[in-house]
């Protein structure tokens, strides 16, 4: 039996999910199917082992085609089953162990004895157990997302984003023919496997087009009868239409647990124009389509992924690319779904049509297009995972802000710091104030009384970082050894580069750039405080540290005088020069840290991401008081932002702040900002031009919240009004009444910008 036991939430879900389709003893048949798989191919070359096990699965998981369906493909997932991410199912040979017990209870009492049986077998074999088996501990590391901890650590392969131009220049068969132009070995045989399976999907919806056949007037048929003759094309050749090549990419997608997207304009736009420019397309129909898209990556309801990435530099065809664009803003702007999370990279040399159209989408309550700058994240990442221009010019961002390169690099965040609950252990010598369990590993830290000095304390400080800072590095690379003990990733592998050529799976050498990120969270929090430490104890000498600690250990009850003058004090977000510096001295020393760790460790690259996913929030609840001010178990600031009612000084002000910090050092960051309706349309010119300055002076991204004074309260007490009100949380939108009340009050204490 598992040494830990993972049974418990595992990622984020605030959008229901779609129920599976299948009779309940029939999904248990298949999870069924899919653990004899594992065991009789269990001492089996892990290729082997994945393909006999994804045999079980695909393509029976997928489900009928649904009547404005103008693409096949929707994909059923079960408790155990196979994928990369805990969003679609799991890591790898995945059991979901709470969900397998709430499937229990749909079973008569007399099956129950076949479930026991697969969650005893899976407690032993589950990926993500085998992972936290190895590095979770009582003290210092918890396994995501359990906040008591001050570092989590999970396994999953996030922001796969694959190189789909390659499948539309090969096509399946183009692809067989190549891995078998190569030496062969166990992984390329499962490889080539694979896309005969994926033959097999393409096979089983034709049959499932002809079942929705069934009743349907000559106009629904005859959209039926094209979307069955493309996937009879795309059996033997290679997508020739831009139907086929979103045909082709989509099913490819689901197959390969990829839950974001990646620079579709790149992929499908030359598709598009062809089309167009022929006669064979209208930009009616094309919009048609890419909205029955919108709504098929909405129906995965994966929360923070669903990234769709658009404009940029290092496009070939940039005609057809801002083609493709255009057509997606109409679509972004009309259906308003919490997924896709519509991107949009831009440069000096965008075309303003496609700058006006992104602004009016946000104007509009749409929470998308996200605005990323290319003038900025371009030579950052170049710098940052130290990689030419051309690769550089194709970062991709994801989930909540995190970038990989398209096609090239593996760039998951399995590691996540509370730096405010560092800074705490940091000043009781090691102890967590939350708990009361000491947390600073080996470390020897010195008590208050002899941190004489704000060098003296800024060095403990960064003394328990450095040690954190170890177990973050050692715990990301621990979790790619144990993923690639256990699988390849087939679909995945073949189309990252160089897997095929190296004849090498994803983790065991394939990928040409393995690297990762760490998710940091509470870093304004923690400067802010320090900013109050240096001033009212070694500037101004009004109290001592022992005092302010006092305080906060007793969540400032009996010291409300000195919370009130703490509060007073500047802060982050507001253009205070000395404030926003210490902010900034703070992340460049997490940033370079964890960066060089990376290195030292010989990763690609390992970047601090500065992300925000309501994990402020639930980390917060398992966070003591802070000496910025924030009371026990209050939310903390969310990613690069203020906390909430810090920002005093307006707009100007705290982007002003927010681009102080260096791109080069991190590899992704959310900026979050809120204006009213009013704001947005009767100041357009003035709210452009503070977007373009912001930008100019060195903001890398921006994302907008566009709402009424007024409705987001009003949305708490009457959610039935507010079914489809989509607000920013961080990296990703969710419809507000979906949030828990905690994370809705963390969005209304964000200044509302009028």
Same mark, same amino acid.
């Given at each position: 039996?598992?040494?830990?036991?993972?049974?418990?939430?595992?990622?984020?879900?605030?959008?229901?999910?779609?129920?599976?389709?299948?009779?309940?003893?029939?999904?248990?048949?298949?999870?069924?199917?899919?653990?004899?798989?594992?065991?009789?191919?269990?001492?089996?070359?892990?290729?082997?082992?994945?393909?006999?096990?994804?045999?079980?699965?695909?393509?029976?998981? &997928?489900?009928?085609?649904?009547?404005?369906?103008?693409?096949?493909?929707?994909?059923?997932?079960?408790?155990?089953?196979?994928?990369?991410?805990?969003?679609?199912?799991?890591?790898?040979?995945?059991?979901?162990?709470?969900?397998?017990?709430?499937?229990?209870?749909?079973?008569?009492?007399?099956?129950?004895?076949?479930?026991?049986?697969?969650?005893?077998?899976?407690?032993?074999?589950?990926?993500?157990?085998?992972?936290?088996?190895?590095?979770?501990?009582?003290?210092?590391?918890?396994?995501?997302?359990?906040?008591?901890?001050?570092?989590?650590?999970?396994?999953?392969?996030?922001?796969?984003?694959?190189?789909?131009?390659?499948?539309?220049?090969?096509?399946?068969?183009?692809?067989?023919?190549?891995?078998?132009?190569?030496?062969?070995?166990?992984?390329?045989?499962?490889?080539?496997?694979?896309?005969?399976? &994926?033959?097999?999907?393409?096979?089983?919806?034709?049959?499932?087009?002809?079942?929705?056949?069934?009743?349907?007037?000559?106009?629904?048929?005859?959209?039926?009868?094209?979307?069955?003759?493309?996937?009879?094309?795309?059996?033997?050749?290679?997508?020739?239409?831009?139907?086929?090549?979103?045909?082709? &990419?989509?099913?490819?997608?689901?197959?390969?647990?990829?839950?974001?997207?990646?620079?579709?304009?790149?992929?499908?736009?030359?598709?598009?124009?062809?089309?167009?420019?022929?006669?064979?397309?209208?930009?009616?129909?094309?919009?048609?389509?890419?909205?029955?898209?919108?709504?098929?990556?909405?129906?995965?309801?994966?929360?923070?992924?669903?990234?769709?990435?658009?404009?940029?530099?290092?496009?070939?065809?940039?005609?057809?690319?801002?083609?493709?664009?255009?057509?997606?803003?109409?679509?972004?702007?009309?259906?308003?779904?919490?997924?896709?999370?519509?991107?949009?990279?831009?440069?000096?040399?965008?075309?303003?049509?496609?700058?006006?159209?992104?602004?009016?989408?946000?104007?509009?309550?749409?929470?998308?297009?996200?605005?990323?700058?290319?003038?900025?994240?371009?030579?950052?990442?170049?710098?940052?995972?130290?990689?030419?221009?051309?690769?550089?010019?194709?970062?991709?961002?994801?989930?909540?802000?995190?970038?990989?390169?398209?096609?090239?690099?593996?760039?998951?965040?399995?590691?996540?710091?509370?730096?405010?609950?560092?800074?705490?252990?940091?000043?009781?010598?090691?102890?967590?104030?939350?708990?009361?369990?000491?947390?600073?590993?080996?470390?020897?830290?010195?008590?208050?009384?002899?941190?004489?000095? &704000?060098?003296?304390?800024?060095?403990?400080?960064?003394?328990?970082?450095?040690?954190?800072?170890?177990?973050?590095?050692?715990?990301?690379?621990?979790?790619?050894?144990?993923?690639?003990?256990?699988?390849?990733?087939?679909?995945?592998?073949?189309?990252?580069?160089?897997?095929?050529?190296?004849?090498?799976?994803?983790?065991?050498?394939?990928?040409?750039?393995?690297?990762?990120?760490?998710?940091?969270?509470?870093?304004?929090?923690?400067?802010?405080?320090?900013?109050?430490?240096?001033?009212?104890?070694?500037?101004?000498?009004?109290?001592?540290?022992e005092q302010l600690n006092e305080a906060a250990l007793a969540n400032f009850t009996g010291h409300e005088k000195l919370q009130k003058e703490i509060l007073a004090l500047p802060k982050y977000g507001n253009d205070e020069i000395e404030c926003d510096e210490l902010a900034n001295d703070l992340y460049e020393y997490v940033a370079k840290g964890?960066?060089?760790?990376?290195?030292?460790?010989?990763?690609?690259?390992?970047?601090?991401?500065?992300?925000?996913?309501?994990?402020?929030?639930?980390?917060?609840?398992?966070?003591?008081?802070?000496?910025?001010?924030?009371?026990?178990?209050?939310?903390?600031?969310?990613?690069?932002?203020?906390?909430?009612?810090?920002?005093?000084?307006?707009?100007?002000?705290?982007?002003?702040?927010?681009?102080?910090?260096?791109?080069?050092?991190?590899?992704?960051?959310?900026?979050?900002?809120?204006?009213?309706?009013?704001?947005?349309?009767?100041?357009?010119?003035?709210?452009?031009?503070?977007?373009?300055?912001?930008?100019?002076?060195?903001?890398?991204?921006?994302?907008?919240?566009?709402?009424?004074?007024?409705?987001?309260?009003?949305?708490?007490?009457?959610?039935?009004?507010?079914?489809?009100?989509?607000?920013?949380?961080?990296?990703?939108?969710?419809?507000?009444?979906?949030?828990?009340?905690?994370?809705?009050?963390?969005?209304?204490?964000?200044?509302?910008?009028?």
């Open positions: 039996m598992a040494k830990i036991n993972i049974d418990g939430v595992q990622n984020v879900e605030i959008s229901k999910k779609i129920p599976c389709e299948k009779p309940v003893m029939e999904q248990l048949e298949i999870m069924e199917r899919y653990t004899d798989a594992y065991k009789a191919n269990q001492h089996e070359d892990k290729a082997k082992r994945e393909i006999e096990c994804l045999k079980t699965i695909y393509p029976t998981l &997928f489900r009928s085609i649904e009547d404005d369906d103008l693409i096949a493909g929707r994909l059923d997932f079960l408790p155990i089953g196979f994928g990369a991410v805990t969003s679609v199912g799991g890591v790898g040979h995945y059991c979901v162990f709470h969900k397998l017990r709430a499937f229990k209870e749909q079973l008569p009492e007399s099956e129950w004895r076949r479930v026991d049986a697969l969650y005893d077998f899976w407690q032993d074999h589950d990926v993500k157990t085998l992972y936290c088996q190895d590095v979770l501990n009582d003290t210092t590391t918890g396994r995501f997302i359990d906040c008591k901890y001050p570092f989590m650590a999970t396994a999953r392969l996030s922001g796969m984003m694959l190189d789909y131009q390659k499948l539309m220049r090969q096509g399946i068969d183009g692809l067989q023919q190549e891995i078998e132009s190569r030496p062969s070995n166990p992984f390329m045989e499962a490889c080539a496997q694979a896309l005969d399976l &994926f033959k097999d999907v393409l096979r089983r919806q034709i049959e499932l087009v002809h079942e929705a056949k069934q009743g349907k007037s000559a106009q629904r048929i005859r959209e039926l009868e094209q979307m069955e003759d493309d996937l009879d094309f795309l059996l033997d050749h290679k997508p020739a239409t831009f139907r086929q090549a979103l045909q082709l &990419f989509w099913l490819y997608a689901l197959c390969a647990g990829c839950i974001n997207y990646g620079r579709l304009d790149i992929v499908l736009g030359p598709y598009l124009k062809q089309d167009i420019d022929r006669g064979t397309l209208t930009e009616d129909e094309a919009y048609r389509l890419l909205k029955s898209l919108w709504k098929m990556i909405e129906n995965r309801r994966t929360t923070v992924n669903g990234r769709i990435i658009v404009g940029g530099q290092g496009r070939k065809d940039k005609e057809a690319c801002d083609l493709f664009t255009k057509i997606c803003l109409r679509v972004c702007k009309d259906t308003r779904y919490v997924e896709p999370q519509f991107t949009l990279r831009f440069d000096q040399n965008t075309d303003p049509e496609i700058m006006d159209m992104a602004y009016e989408c946000i104007a509009s309550g749409a929470t998308y297009p996200t605005l990323y700058n290319d003038d900025v994240n371009v030579p950052a990442v170049q710098y940052a995972m130290r990689v030419p221009k051309e690769l550089a010019e194709q970062y991709i961002p994801f989930g909540c802000g995190e970038f990989v390169i398209q096609g090239k690099s593996v760039g998951t965040p399995n590691t996540l710091l509370n730096l405010v609950k560092l800074l705490q252990i940091a000043l009781n010598e090691g102890v967590d104030p939350m708990d009361g369990v000491y947390k600073a590993g080996p470390l020897s830290l010195k008590p208050l009384s002899e941190l004489t000095t &704000f060098d003296a304390l800024y060095e403990q400080y960064k003394t328990v970082l450095d040690y954190y800072f170890d177990l973050s590095v050692e715990a990301q690379k621990h979790s790619y050894e144990v993923m690639n003990e256990e699988v390849s990733f087939l679909f995945n592998s073949i189309l990252m580069d160089d897997c095929l050529g190296r004849q090498k799976a994803l983790l065991d050498g394939g990928v040409e750039i393995l690297g990762g990120t760490n998710e940091t969270y509470g870093n304004i929090n923690a400067s802010d405080a320090l900013y109050t430490i240096k001033t009212l104890v070694y500037d101004e000498k009004k109290y001592t540290l964890i960066r060089q760790k990376g290195i030292e460790a010989g990763l690609g690259y390992y970047l601090i991401v500065i992300s925000n996913n309501q994990t402020n929030t639930d980390w917060g609840h398992e966070t003591d008081a802070s000496l910025d001010g924030r009371k026990k178990g209050v939310y903390m600031n969310p990613a690069n932002n203020p906390q909430g009612g810090n920002a005093k000084n307006g707009p100007t002000a705290v982007l002003k702040s927010l681009a102080r910090f260096d791109a080069k050092y991190h590899g992704g960051s959310v900026q979050n900002i809120k204006f009213t309706p009013r704001m947005m349309h009767e100041d357009k010119e003035k709210v452009k031009a503070l977007f373009h300055t912001y930008f100019k002076n060195g903001g890398c991204q921006l994302m907008v919240t566009v709402v009424d004074r007024g409705v987001l309260e009003d949305a708490q007490i009457h959610p039935e009004n507010y079914p489809d009100l989509i607000v920013r949380v961080a990296g990703y939108s969710a419809v507000f009444v979906n949030l828990t009340k905690d994370v809705q009050e963390e969005l209304l204490s964000r200044t509302l910008y009028d």
